[in-house]
């Protein structure tokens, strides 16, 4: 079965850059979550989009943005990067009823 | 959302089965029990839920107490793959809303 995919899997960027990560959901699910996992840290939950909508917003810094585009994949900016944004970022998408499946994430370092 | 408390870990020999329990006596009645597991470094992984009866799945049985304070995830024969931190997660609808992950339980599988 088709699982969310994500891009990159791995992202090395410096100080001060900027970053896009991109996810495309399951086919047919119309919600899509963004988490961030620090190192050893369990995942936070940062924003979500139900058809095309945010939905709920999390810890998520202003210099990050997201959006979910017409074909329901979404994006996550990150501008400004800091050493602290270095994290495992995870998409998850879901239909309406059922639990939420995520991709298997983006490794985020910044140096 | 409520709050669940977990173990911080279990361990459980291979092919006996795994008993992972979860306490959210300040459930609410619109209130659903998740759970959720991640492999190290995996995006997490969705097992089952419920909301009163007792559900199966091809993974796991979820048995939720008739007060519904607590309930407990079984891995009927555990393999070594199923060595995890499981997150039990209790929100208000299935639907479009966000996890909060607590600490969960590492769970180890002994050979």
Known sequence: ?111 | DAKTTQPPSMDCAEGRAANLPCNHSTISGNEYVYWYRQIHSQGPQYIIHGLKNNETNEMASLIITEDRKSSTLILPHATLRDTAVYYCIVRVSPSASKIIFGSGTRLSIRP
């Open chain 1, 1 to 111: 079965a088709a699982g969310v995919i994500q891009s990159p899997r791995h992202l090395i960027k410096e100080k001060r850059e900027t970053a896009t990560l991109k996810c495309y959901p399951i086919p047919r699910h119309d919600t899509v979550y963004w988490y961030q996992q620090g190192p050893g840290q369990d995942p936070q939950f940062l924003i979500s989009f139900y058809e095309k909508m945010q939905s709920d917003k999390g810890s998520i810094p202003d210099r990050f943005s997201a959006q979910q585009f017409s074909d329901y994949h979404s994006e996550l900016n990150m501008s400004s990067l800091e050493l602290g944004d270095s994290a495992l970022y995870f998409c998850a998408s879901s239909l309406e009823g059922g639990g939420q499946y995520f991709g298997p994430g983006t490794r985020l370092t910044v140096t």
